[in-house]
């Protein structure tokens, strides 16, 4: 009987610790690095977001709208990674092309190439996956390519929220900027944020007395 590799896949990882890795990278618009890690932003939060391929439709939409908001980030402490299952040689190829011809140029922050798909496949993400034929020859099921996965990693290394979107399903940045703010206020002053909060509304104090006079004012 062929022995078959058992993939264990994580699914939720809010609460746990943000998987690691070490991979080549694109940073600041043209510079390919070895060994990109998230350890490096220890005692930051960082935004972790994957998306489909180089060259496509939806993704320069999504990498420009993190770009535009990379000075808000950059405020609150927060580091902008992205990470596709492309080669590095493409992310660069990619980030030369101008915005006019479907480029990304201008996009400064680091895009990881996950060439071996371990970091979809440890964060969940992957959309296709790896299995056996009869004969015992491995083989893929879909494209091995990512979802439009979001993590937010705070600055103890621990996932506060994810978000996955299927391949067609643009995120919405504003939002990714709001739980952020949503964590930072609920570390500093220890209360709740209830629906649709936003750094303009009050906390909710988590209890039954908190609660009755949250609804009340509300």
Same mark, same amino acid.
């Given at each position: 009987?062929?022995?078959?590799?058992?993939?264990?896949?994580?699914?939720?990882?809010?609460g746990?610790?943000?998987? *690691?890795f070490?991979a080549?990278?694109?940073?600041?618009? *043209?510079?390919?690095?070895?060994?990109?890690?998230?350890?490096?932003?220890k005692?930051? #939060?960082?935004?972790?977001?994957?998306?489909?391929?180089?060259f496509?439709?939806?993704?320069?939409?999504?990498?420009? =709208?993190?770009? &535009?908001?990379?000075?808000?980030?950059?405020?609150r402490?927060? &580091?902008?990674?992205?990470?596709?299952?492309?080669t590095?040689?493409?992310?660069?190829?990619?980030?030369?092309?101008p915005?006019?011809?479907?480029?990304?140029?201008?996009?400064?922050?680091?895009?990881? =190439?996950d060439?071996?798909?371990?970091?979809?496949?440890?964060?969940?993400?992957?959309a296709?996956?790896?299995d056996? @034929?009869e004969?015992?020859?491995m083989?893929?099921t879909?494209e091995?390519?990512?979802?439009?996965?979001?993590?937010?990693?705070?600055?103890e290394?621990?996932?506060r929220?994810?978000?996955?979107?299927?391949?067609?399903?643009?995120?919405?940045?504003?939002? =990714?900027?709001?739980?952020?703010?949503?964590?930072?206020?609920?570390?500093?002053h *220890?209360?709740a944020?209830? =629906? @649709?909060?936003?750094? &303009?509304?009050q906390?909710?104090?988590?209890?039954h %007395?908190?609660i009755? %006079? #949250?609804?009340?004012? @509300?």
């Amino acid at each position: 009987m062929f022995n078959q590799i058992k993939i264990k896949k994580m699914g939720v990882l809010v609460g746990k610790k943000a998987p *690691g890795f070490s991979a080549q990278a694109v940073i600041n618009g *043209g510079e390919i690095v070895e060994n990109f890690t998230l350890e490096q932003f220890k005692g930051k #939060y960082v935004v972790l977001f994957f998306y489909p391929k180089d060259f496509t439709f939806v993704c320069p939409t999504e990498l420009f =709208a993190f770009q &535009e908001k990379l000075d808000e980030f950059k405020s609150r402490n927060v &580091e902008v990674v992205a990470v596709s299952t492309d080669t590095e040689q493409s992310h660069w190829g990619w980030l030369q092309m101008p915005k006019n011809a479907g480029g990304i140029q201008g996009v400064k922050y680091p895009l990881v =190439a996950d060439t071996n798909k371990t970091i979809s496949m440890n964060y969940d993400v992957l959309a296709g996956d790896f299995d056996w @034929n009869e004969e015992g020859e491995m083989i893929a099921t879909g494209e091995l390519i990512a979802y439009r996965g979001l993590f937010l990693i705070d600055k103890e290394g621990i996932v506060r929220h994810q978000l996955v979107n299927d391949l067609p399903l643009g995120r919405n940045v504003d939002e =990714a900027i709001r739980m952020v703010d949503a964590l930072q206020f609920n570390e500093e002053h *220890g209360e709740a944020c209830p =629906a @649709n909060w936003n750094k &303009e509304k009050q906390g909710l104090k988590a209890t039954h %007395e908190g609660i009755a %006079e #949250y609804l009340s004012a @509300n």
